[in-house]
T-cell receptor
Framework: GAVVSQHPSWVICKSGTSVKIECRSLDFQATTMFWYRQFPKQSLMLMATSNEGSKATYEQGVEKDKFLINHASLTLSTLTVTSAHPEDSSFYIC???????????FGDGTRLSIL | QKEVEQDPGPLSVPEGAIVSLNCTYSNSAFQYFMWYRQYSRKGPELLMYTYSSGNKEDGRFTAQVDKSSKYISLFIRDSQPSDSATYLCAISGGYQKVTFGIGTKLQVIP
């Protein structure tokens, strides 16, 4: 089946640090990648959608200057949380979708803790 | 009214039981239906997907869609402790923009 790798799985860092999270589709070309945030006991909240080579489309209320997304190739997208603060602590999950309107496949998520 | 309604549970069943998980949705334009399984501290794993009414079976799992009632179900036969997880329904008009349910936490007791 389709495999999406997300790295790192867990990050702990000081307030003010910028953190980069990578999302890779290992065995298919991901024309579209998605970034979600998930709070405890809540469902997935879509942050942004990115298509390879294009600017990401952010959901309402998500600061694009805070959460920088790059989708430079058909197998890699990155999310950079800039100048992270404790309120940015959360579980971030990426997903990828290939051609022919296939469903999304998810990475294993990144647990971000800002001290 | 939420676009997708799902009972968060928790749902506890004995090993070997048949599990029924359900979601309702409000937008009749939705035409793609998915079920994901999410273990604690992991990303969701795609279990089943379909785009039509009726049943789809894969091993112990059966996905059922009733578009007329806007109701979808996931049945798990011969449930195992390893099935203990949170099950998310996901519905969309196309796979690009998906609306997820809150997830039902399932515990299968040995």
């Amino acid at each position: 089946g389709a495999v999406v790798s997300q790295h790192p799985s867990w990050v702990i860092c000081k307030s003010g640090t910028s953190v980069k999270i990578e999302c890779r589709s290992l065995d298919f070309q991901a024309t579209t990648m998605f970034w979600y945030r998930q709070f405890p006991k809540q469902s997935l909240m879509l942050m942004a959608t990115s298509n390879e080579g294009s600017k990401a489309t952010y959901e309402q209320g998500v600061e694009k200057d805070k959460f920088l997304i790059n989708h430079a190739s058909l197998t890699l997208s990155t999310l950079t949380v800039t100048s992270a603060h404790p309120e940015d602590s959360s579980f971030y999950i990426c997903s990828a979708s290939g051609v022919n309107n296939q469903p999304q496949h998810f990475g294993d998520g990144t647990r971000l803790s800002i001290l | 009214q939420k676009e997708v309604e799902q009972d968060p549970g928790p749902l506890s069943v004995p090993e070997g039981a048949i599990v029924s998980l359900n979601c309702t949705y409000s937008n009749s334009a939705f035409q793609y239906f998915m079920w994901y399984r999410q273990y604690s501290r992991k990303g969701p794993e795609l279990l089943m997907y379909t785009y039509s009414s009726g049943n789809k079976e894969d091993g112990r799992f059966t996905a059922q869609v009733d578009k007329s009632s806007k109701y979808i179900s996931l049945f798990i036969r011969d449930s195992q402790p390893s099935d203990s997880a949170t099950y998310l329904c996901a519905i969309s008009g196309g796979y690009q923009k998906v609306t997820f349910g809150i997830g039902t936490k399932l515990q299968v007791i040995p």
